[in-house]
């Protein structure tokens, strides 16, 4: 096996001894050798120490995974094999269900392959590819999944753009043809799935349990809005748990895609109102006709340019937060997400914390989620935990 060494800078070695995962270009002395994305590297340390065997791969802020640290290592078809087959034993349970027919089961680093996501949607499987160097091992891991499991069809997206963008091509593999859209279950509530039509499918699997419990106990007989709602994924569900919604989101494309998931749901949309338009611009005219919701849903993207704002999760959640406050009624509750991995959740309820004192009001966190169990996380890498939920019920004085 042809492989490059990359030496560790003195200050890394303990950090890739501990088992860290991502390839920080920082961290190692030089990266001139790295030519091609896909080649095989070997970390050492400057006494020649093995750290750990990986590949080449630019994604984010990194240039590559470690995938074993065992020197003994190959990172042949077996290697994907078992690793792949564990991931699969795994979410055995997942497999069973006849209420959630859509889930994760292979989640990048969490299952010992940085760069790589596997999710199953009702028989059918979808690739995602954070860089062109998991991608030269395409060959050995579509291999791998025919060899464990039955499938109905194979669907890929290439996120090869540092920035994690989409390449916009054909998403189908292999396999049979899914249809469109296929409806998939998640707690007995149905979305409709698009798995080639661009980046995203119609569902951001890892809020399963947070659409749950907006069901099960913030809804029956609430208003409740649902910002940057998308395909309305949590507007159905507080519909089905007997609220009242109201959907905004600035894409077009989310009124046709929200009442198609309402008409599939049996929830007519005729009751509940879907908003195409800037949030910023309808905080003003909220707050301006006194308009409160007992219930707001808040899940920004990490970062959202439009003509008449720009939001940063980083920069600005204090200030969504503050403005959110302004529309939400005495006693009402917030749920606040982020999937941004710069900050952590200590961080994240910092920003909520500060909203709410120069806000003046008093708050309690009733409940706070990350990522479900089919998105495994591994501690070697904790900001691979990206998802952070908080239920903030609003306390009147
Ligand atoms: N909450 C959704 C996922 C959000 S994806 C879900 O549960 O599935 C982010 C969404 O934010 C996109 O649909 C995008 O169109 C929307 N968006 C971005 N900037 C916005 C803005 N300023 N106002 C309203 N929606 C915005």
Known sequence: MIETTLVVKKEFTNKYKNGYPLILKEAVESTKDLKKEGQIVKLIDKKNVFLGRGYYGNQNKGCGWVLSNSSKSSLDYKFFYDKLRNALSKRKEFYYSKDTTAFRVFNGEGDGIGGLTIDYFDGFYLLTWYSLGIYAFKDNIIKAIKALVPFHGMYEKKRFDENGMVLDEDSYLTGRKAPEPLIVKENNVKFAIYLNDGAMVGVFLDQKEVRNSIK?????????????????????????????????DLAKRSLDKTTENFNINDIDPNKHSIIVEDLFVYFKYAKKNNIKYDVVILDPPSFATSSESSFSAARDYKDL?????????????????????????????????????????????????????????TDKFPEGNYLKVLFIKIISK
Request: charged fraction near 25%.
């Open 216 to 248: 099960n106990k913030y809804s029956n007989n609430k208003s409740v809005l649902n910002t940057f709602s998308y395909t309305g994924a949590f507007s159905m569900f507080a519909a089905k748990g007997g609220a009242t919604t109201t959907s905004i």
């Open 321 to 377: 937060v503050k403005k959110t406050i302004e529309i939400t009624s005495d006693e009402g509750v917030i749920v606040a997400s982020t999937n941004c991995s710069t900050f952590n959740m200590i961080k994240f309820k910092k920003f909520i914390d500060e909203a709410f004192i120069e806000s003046k009001k008093l708050y309690e966190i009733v409940e706070e989620y990350q990522l479900p169990k089919d998105f495994a996380v």
